[in-house]
């Protein structure tokens, strides 16, 4: 066997993620993906009042917290044939959006930046040069030298005291590190700004649904009441607030974020044609409202195959199927066989190493990741999926945003498909959520300034109005990618409970044909400059922004204790 890379665990993502990368003369020929936690969210649903299963979905993940609850709450109500009232509608649009744009403005700066960032070359800037060029890319108030001074003493202050803290064992000293000391001191400050920005803009969520994270939700609508007159109800003073928090989003994504992100990519324009891997993009759709049924879109579905954006697919749902053939679990009709989300199967079968070990056996079971296919292909999803779906459809703005981008960067359309390109992709789809947002928010004003306080559908609440057998599925395009809740309800309870998330599409382990995934395939071929840095692994699996605690669960029925952490 050639020499093989691991990374165990991946830092800075959420979860635990280990990658094998399989070297020839420093180049990576295979690579393999593993999750390495159990999942077992499924199993926690069974029996269950499907009223609730959002508040259990939810605690999936303590980032995608909103993502998950309305993915659940829309499987159950498109099985109880459930319609929301507009104005529901319309908060639950504004609170993906939030998700959204503080989802990817958290992701670039704090997991993903320090892979193209030298924070410690920020302390040979020159602090009039950094806000001359800052002035130059945007508009931000706050670029001044005095700014960005004030931001060189806090990194000198950090290191003559020997705590690097949020920046301590960095590759500092790998040559891929290409940016000036200005630019490094610009991205720096930025970074500062928006640990206190993420903060402000969380409180929609707040407002909305009582707190954050893991607000509250309902199946038929929101719990928070629409009152203009209440103290405590949704009021004119709470909107006001919602209003100034979605300026300063636009503001903030507008004027710091997508300009930086593009300043950052012109330093790095090899890393527009690294990291693609498999050509095959989905984006399962997010309903303009909350129902599939009614063919609204906001994101479009769409499957595009081998790159071809002009021979862009609708998307058949009967199409998705998870395979388990390297998967630790195991289906009653065979290990082979896929099955549908409607039909899937969450039996536990682990057959691996005990840690520690060395490696992987790759030839046989080795994640806990299942292996969801779309037309039994693999497939990414994602931000850049559904910014190339935009593009295709020409829809937002994105094409014409896109190309001007390119063009100011002279690179041509198939730099978008990168590691690079999956970045900058995320910025472009946070500008068309923030300023969504304001459109929104208006329709929400309008149609209570019409009267129209109703905020929850009593219809069908009770399970006495329910068929005794029925089905559902959720769509969600979430910050990661294409998210889907499938329910099957009996007898008013949970039969049966699968969700298939955006890291399963793209970490998942090789199915039946040995198709490896979108993590697996995109770093192929990259050089890895020291296998004991492997910085350039880090940059293409963190700009996919992972979510493994999305995609692998522990759960004991019993609360017994299985793990004693002892802090020294």
């Known amino acids: ?56 979905a939810q605690r999936i993940c303590g980032v995608c917290t909103t993502v998950h609850a309305f993915a659940s709450i829309r499987a159950v109500e498109d099985a109880l044939n459930i319609t929301v009232p507009k104005n529901a509608s319309l908060i639950r649009k504004l609170m993906i959006g939030t998700i959204f744009v503080h989802d990817h403005v958290v992701h670039f700066y704090h997991l993903h930046a320090l892979d193209w960032v030298n924070p410690i070359t920020a302390l040979k800037a020159d602090p009039s040069k950094t806000a001359e060029l800052a002035q130059k890319v945007s508009n931000y108030p706050k670029s001044t030298p005095n700014y960005f001074k004030e931001v060189q003493d806090k990194i000198k202050q950090q290191i003559e005291r020997k705590q690097l803290g949020i920046f301590n064992k960095g590759y500092w000293n790998h040559p891929e590190y290409k940016l000036p000391p200005e630019v490094n001191l610009l991205a720096v400050a930025h970074y500062l700004d928006a640990l206190d ?176 296919r779309y037309k039994d292909k693999p497939v990414e999803v994602g931000p850049l999926s559904r910014v190339l779906a935009l593009y295709a459809k020409d829809k937002y703005n994105v094409r014409n945003l896109i190309d001007r981008i390119l063009h100011e960067l002279d690179l041509p359309l198939e730099a978008m498909f990168s590691t690079m390109g999956r970045t900058l992709a995320r910025a472009v789809e946070t500008h068309v959520y923030a300023n969504q947002m304001k459109n929104w928010f208006n329709l929400l004003v309008d149609n209570i300034k019409k009267g129209d306080l109703q905020n929850f559908n009593p219809e069908k609440w009770e399970p006495s109005t ?59 071929g990259h050089q890895l400059w020291n296998p004991k840095e492997p910085l350039e692994i880090l940059r293409t699996i963190h700009s996919f922004d992972p979510c493994l605690a999305c995609a692998v669960h522990l759960y004991d029925e019993h609360s017994n204790e299985k793990i004693k952490i002892k802090v020294t």
């Open 466 to 524: 329910w068929e005794k057998d029925t089905r559902g599925f959720g769509l969600m395009e979430a910050p990661r990618g294409a998210l889907s809740h499938w329910v099957h309800i009996q007898n008013c309870k949970i039969k049966n409970y699968q969700a298939v998330v955006p890291t399963t599409w793209n970490a998942s382990p090789r199915d039946a044909k040995e198709q490896p995934s979108a993590y697996e395939a995109s770093l192929v």
């Open 197 to 372: 920005w993420q903060t402000q803009i969380v409180q929609i969520h707040t407002i909305f649904g009582g707190k954050n994270p893991h607000p509250n939700f309902l199946v038929g609508g929101m719990a928070s009441p629409i009152d203009p007159d209440s103290d405590t109800a949704i009021n004119i003073e709470k909107l006001g607030r919602v209003k100034t928090l979605i300026e300063n989003m636009i503001d903030f994504v507008d004027n710091v974020y997508l300009p930086d992100v593009i300043a950052i990519g012109s330093f790095y324009k090899d890393w527009f044609k690294k990291g693609e891997g498999l050509g095959n993009f989905l984006a399962l759709g997010e309903p303009y409202y909350d129902s599939h049924r009614d063919n609204k879109w906001f994101i479009p579905p769409t499957f595009i195959k081998n790159r071809d954006l002009e021979g862009f697919e609708e998307v058949d749902y009967k199409e998705i199927k998870e395979y388990i053939s390297h998967s630790w679990y195991k289906y009653s009709v065979g290990d082979e066989k896929p099955l549908h989300p409607f039909e899937g199967e969450t039996i536990f079968n682990y057959t691996g190493p005990k840690p520690p070990y060395d490696y992987l056996d790759v030839e046989s079971k080795y994640s806990w990741l299942k292996s969801p």
């Open 1 to 56: 066997m050639e020499k093989r890379v691991v990374v165990d665990p991946i830092t800075r993502i959420e979860g635990h993620l280990r990658i094998e990368a399989q070297l020839k003369n420093g180049k990576i020929e295979k690579a393999y993906s593993s999750g390495t936690m159990v999942r077992g969210i499924e199993i926690i649903l069974k029996g269950r009042d499907p009223r609730e299963a959002w508040a259990f």
